[in-house]
């Protein structure tokens, strides 16, 4: 049974910092892309960032410059730096990732972790 479980959530002011991590767990043969998703209330889950195996990322528009996405491949662990926060960061954050267990490839989402930035 594989597990994502998302940390590192909080409350923050304007202009702070927080560093999330997604550590998964079980039977693990390799980890794909790792994503973190985010979402508010009464709004779809929106792709905040993305890196591959090979350490390639992306961000949405809306991060660039302030979130850095990384991983640590050796400790099936995933992070994301998010700096300069915004009251608008304020959202439930999300850990996704492809792996490929003994058997199995899934898609596998954590519970999320509440980030929420005060002006």
């Known amino acids: 049974q594989v597990q994502l479980v998302e940390s590192g959530g909080g409350l923050v002011q304007a202009g702070g910092s927080l560093r999330l991590s997604c550590v998964a767990s079980?039977?693990?043969?390799?980890?794909?892309?790792m994503d973190w998703y985010r979402q508010i209330p009464g709004k779809q889950r929106v792709l905040v960032a993305t890196?591959?195996?090979?350490?390639?990322?992306n961000y949405a528009d809306s991060v660039k410059g302030r979130f850095t996405i990384s991983r640590d491949n050796a400790k099936n662990t995933g992070y994301l730096q998010m700096n300069s926060l915004k009251p608008e960061d304020t959202a439930v954050y999300y850990c996704?990732?492809?792996?490929?267990?003994?058997?199995?490839?899934?898609?596998?989402w954590g519970q999320g972790t509440q980030v929420t930035v005060s002006s």
């Open positions: 996704n990732a492809v792996i490929q267990g003994r058997a199995t490839l899934g898609d596998y």
């Open positions: 079980g039977s693990i043969f390799s980890i794909n892309a």
């Open positions: 890196i591959t195996n090979g350490g390639q990322t």
